[in-house]
Nanobody, 115 residues
Framework: QVQLVESGGGLVQAGGSLRLSCAAS????????MGWYRQPAGKQRELVLS???????NSANSVKGRFTIARDNAKNTVYLQMNSLKLEDAAVYYC?????????WGQGTQVTVSS
């Protein structure tokens, strides 16, 4: 049974930093493209950053230069480092795993940014 468990969300002031983690189990982690998505209140879910099995990343324009993604295949974990947070970064952040036709989602972690 595949599980993706996010952690690290919380309340942070604008300009601050947070690091989200997503621990995967029940899957061969190294085969999966991993991604972070977010869904602001009342809006659609959108891609933040993804990382391929080879380490190539794909980033939303809105987070370029501020957010980075990294994976540790030995720990079955993907990270999202968020710096210089803005009010508009507030959302529920979801971890995503994708391999061919298989796709899994975590339960989400809330990130709140205060002014």
């Amino acid at each position: 049974q595949v599980q993706l468990v996010e952690s690290g969300g919380g309340l942070v002031q604008a300009g601050g930093s947070l690091r989200l983690s997503c621990a995967a189990s029940g899957m061969l982690f190294s085969l999966y493209e991993m991604g972070w998505y977010r869904q602001p209140a009342g809006k659609q879910r959108e891609l933040v950053l993804s990382i391929s099995t080879g380490g190539a990343t794909n980033s939303a324009n809105s987070v370029k230069g501020r957010f980075t993604i990294a994976r540790d295949n030995a720990k079955n974990t993907v990270y999202l480092q968020m710096n210089s947070l803005k009010l508009e970064d507030a959302a529920v952040y979801y971890c995503n795993a994708r391999y061919i036709r298989r796709e899994y989602w975590g339960q989400g972690t809330q990130v709140t940014v205060s002014s």
